[in-house]
């Protein structure tokens, strides 16, 4: 069954340092997203991705962060500085339309030190 | 802004009986609501959609009710199995082109043998 795989399952950086974040999205999916959940909170909205470009974004995805489809198969989030409220598990998620479930990563634990 | 709530943080079921775990919504806008299961370390995994046109929707032991008058939405599992213990999270698609989920605070599910 094809699935969303994510690398690496675990990242610790200390603040201020750069992190990318890899995803490999269901090879004939079209739409990309990245998620995060903070530990106890909800899952939150980061970016959406098609056609090579952003679709849409939150509040959260501020400069520091930056998404990227380097090739056929690959989708990248990259975060510049690494504040400590980074510090959260982030999921890749990708789906075939707009009106079909998405489909998600392991996800990426993410510490910020 | 809580656009989707999960008022119910946890819930325990015998197994063979049914588990009801709920949603609630105010965004009249949302036209797909769709429910994840989640294990810890793991990736939310996608069990049920529904549009809006529908009022209910059945897959195998999962059924899905919406009450667009309410904006309330339910997910039924009968019966329940030690397997279904996981964190339930509701999730609601905005109408239109984005495909971004909002996302509840999720039910934690213990099903007991």
């Known amino acids: 069954e094809p699935e969303v795989t994510q690398t690496p399952s675990h990242q610790v950086t200390q603040m201020g340092q750069e992190v990318i974040l890899r995803c490999v999205p269901i090879?004939?999916?079209?739409?990309f997203y990245w998620y995060r959940q903070i530990l106890g909170q909800k899952v939150e909205f980061l970016v959406s991705?098609?056609?090579?470009?952003?679709?849409?974004k939150s509040e959260i995805f501020d400069d520091q962060f930056s998404v990227e489809r380097p090739d056929g198969s690959n989708f990248t989030l990259k975060i510049r500085s690494t504040k400590l409220e980074d510090s959260a598990m982030y999921f890749c998620?990708?789906?075939?339309?707009?009106?079909?479930?998405?489909?998600f990563g392991q996800g990426t634990r993410l510490t910020v030190v | 802004d809580q656009q989707v709530k999960q008022n119910s943080p946890s819930l325990s079921v015998q197994e063979g009986r049914i588990s009801i775990l709920n949603c609630d919504y105010t965004?009249?806008?949302?036209?797909?609501f769709l429910w994840y299961k989640k294990y810890p370390a793991e990736g939310p995994t996608f069990l049920i959609s529904?549009?809006?046109?529908?009022d209910k929707n059945e897959d195998g032991r999962f059924t899905v009710f919406l009450n667009k008058s309410a904006k309330h939405l339910s997910l039924h599992i009968v019966p329940s199995q030690p397997g279904d213990s996981a964190v339930y999270f509701c999730?609601?698609?905005?109408?239109?082109?984005?495909?971004?989920?909002?996302f509840g605070t999720g039910t934690l599910l213990a099903v007991q043998p």
């Open positions: 998620a990708s789906s075939w339309i707009v009106y079909s479930e998405a489909f």
């Open positions: 090879s004939n999916h079209l739409y």
């Open positions: 991705f098609y056609n090579n470009e952003i679709s849409e």
């Open positions: 965004n009249s806008m949302f036209d797909y």
């Open positions: 529904i549009s809006s046109i529908k």
């Open positions: 999730a609601a698609h905005y109408g239109g082109a984005t495909n971004k989920l909002i």
